[in-house]
C-alpha cells in the first residue's frame, strides 16, 4: 500500500468515527465501501499469501526435480563410463584372444595356424599371377644342450632374441613363424630359390655373429636351414614344406651350420 492509499484509509476511518457524522446521509455509503474494502483487501492479502506460497513451492519443486535430474544425470554419465571401460576391455580382450590363437605367446611371431593361412593366400597368389616364393625351414643346432647346461628359462631367452635378429633381417613382405620348439618356418614371397638361400645364408651367419647375453652369461648359436620353391599346383604343406624340411634333414646330416637346398620335383 502506497502512502497516500494509507492516508486515505485512515482519513475515512477517522470520519467514520466521528459521532459528529454519525447522521450524515453519506455516513451508511461509507462504512459500507470502507467494509467492502477491507474485505477485498484480505482477500488480495489471501491470494498473495497463496501466490508466494505456490512460487515457493514451484522453487522447491524445481530445485528437487533439477536435483533428480542431475542425480540421474551423473548416475547416466557413471553407467556410460562403466559401459564404454567394459566394451574398451572385452575389445582389447577379443583382440589378445586373437592374436593368441595366431601368434606364438614367448617369441611374438605368428604361429602355425597362421602361417598356415598365409600360405594359402601365397598359393594362390603364385597359381594366379606365375610368381614364385620360397619356404625356408630353420633349425637352431644343438638346442637342447642349451636346454639341459642353462635351464628352459634360458632356453626361452634365447629364442626370444633370436626371434627379434630375424625378424630384423627379413624384408617387410617376408614372414617368419615359430613352427615349434627351436624350429622357425620362412616364407620368402615373389623369392626364387637361389635368391631365398642367399636371405637365409645372411641370416644364419648373422646369428651366428649375434651375443645372446643372458644375464651374466653370453651365449652363441648356430642354425641350419632347408629351403624349396614352391611349384604350381602342389600343396604348400604337403609337398613344399616337407621338401624343405627333409632339405633340413640334410643339412644337419652334413654338418649343421648350413642351409641345403630340396631338389625339383622330376
Not at 644364419?204 to 614352391?230: K, Y
Request: proline share 3%; glycine share 6%; hydrophobic share 35%.
Amino acid at each position: 500500500m502506497t502512502r497516500e492509499a494509507a492516508a486515505l484509509l485512515s482519513w475515512v476511518e477517522s470520519l467514520l468515527a466521528d459521532p459528529a457524522h454519525a447522521r450524515h446521509p453519506l455516513h451508511e455509503a461509507l462504512e459500507a465501501l470502507y467494509r467492502h474494502h477491507l474485505e477485498e483487501k484480505a482477500r488480495l492479502e489471501r491470494l498473495i499469501t497463496i501466490s508466494d506460497s505456490y512460487q515457493r513451492y514451484a522453487r522447491e519443486d524445481h530445485l528437487s526435480t533439477r536435483q533428480r535430474y542431475d542425480k540421474i544425470r551423473r548416475r547416466q554419465e557413471k553407467l556410460a563410463r562403466i559401459s564404454d571401460g567394459y566394451q574398451q576391455l572385452m575389445r582389447e580382450h577379443n583382440l589378445a584372444l586373437e592374436r593368441d590363437s595366431t601368434h606364438d605367446p614367448l617369441t611374438g611371431l605368428p604361429n602355425r595356424r597362421m602361417i598356415g593361412i598365409r600360405l594359402e593366400e601365397e598359393s594362390r597368389r603364385a597359381s594366379r599371377h606365375g610368381q614364385r616364393y620360397t619356404l625356408a625351414m630353420v633349425d637352431i643346432d644343438h638346442f637342447k644342450r642349451i636346454n639341459d647346461r642353462h635351464g628352459h628359462e634360458t632356453g626361452d631367452r634365447v629364442l626370444v632374441a633370436i626371434a627379434h635378429v630375424i625378424r630384423q633381417e627379413l624384408r617387410n613382405y617376408d614372414l617368419c613363424a615359430r613352427w615349434g620348439g627351436e624350429e622357425f618356418l620362412l616364407l620368402l614371397t615373389n623369392t626364387g630359390i637361389e635368391e631365398g638361400r642367399a636371405i637365409v645364408d645372411r641370416l644364419c651367419q648373422r646369428l651366428s655373429r649375434f651375443p645372446i647375453v643372458v644375464g651374466d652369461m653370453t651365449l652363441s648359436v648356430t642354425a641350419s636351414a632347408g629351403l624349396s620353391e614352391h611349384r604350381a599346383g602342389e600343396d604348400p604343406l604337403a609337398e613344399t614344406l616337407q621338401r624343405a624340411d627333409r632339405a633340413l634333414l640334410q643339412a644337419k646330416r652334413s654338418g649343421r651350420n648350413r642351409s641345403c637346398i630340396a631338389p625339383i620335383p622330376g
